[in-house]
């Protein structure tokens, strides 16, 4: 009977200190579909600011990524300046594989264009707000976007390494 009460005394002990640790590890990143179904590519006229209200509907954070699908164009991260005029000739990162991911590494503004002539003029360019993590502590403007998602996935992620963990320590206790 005491050796029961041991095993199970080990086992509510290392679970607790397993499930307390865990939020320290718990970081949820995303990965957004620029253009979602259609990709990236040139708005229909009159829709120029189709990527900045789509940006504008989702809440990003740093770790997030970004995919762009693209076929026969080009992706570049600029800065503001060059972001307003359209330029193409000094991004900070330019990709043509016609898959690129991005990550966003800080908070801040994130500046994208395309690279091929006339698409940029077009609409085909859009600016990624990165929230503080204050700002998301604090709900960040008053839109969740896609936020919500990443939640649910996180937690269901979580629990379920929170049962291996049960399960493994069970088995070794």
């Not at 990143?29 to 708005?43: K, L, R, Y």
């Not at 509907?57 to 359209?86: H, P």
């Not at 091929?116 to 604090?138: N, P, Y």
Request: charged fraction near 20%; glycine fraction near 8%.
């Amino acid at each position: 009977m005491a050796s029961h009460f041991m095993g199970s005394a080990k086992f509510i002990l290392l679970s607790l200190t397993i499930f307390s640790f865990l939020h320290h590890f718990s970081v949820f990143s995303f990965e957004f579909q620029v253009g979602g179904t259609n990709g990236w590519v040139v708005p229909r006229a009159n829709d120029s600011k189709v990527y900045n209200d789509w940006a504008s509907e989702n809440r990003f954070l740093v770790g997030d990524t970004v995919r762009f699908k693209y076929k026969k164009d080009s992706v570049m991260e600029v800065t503001d300046a060059d972001y307003k005029r359209c330029n193409s000739t000094h991004p900070n990162l330019f990709s043509n594989t016609g898959n690129t991911v991005y990550e966003l590494d800080r908070p801040g503004s994130f500046y994208f264009i395309s690279g091929v002539s006339g698409h940029c003029e077009r609409g085909q360019r859009m600016i990624i707000k990165v929230l503080t993590s204050d700002d998301a502590a604090d709900g960040g403007d008053s839109s969740s976007g896609s936020r919500a998602a990443v939640l649910s996935f996180g937690v269901s992620k979580l629990v379920v390494v929170q049962f291996v963990l049960s399960c493994v320590a069970s088995y070794l206790y």
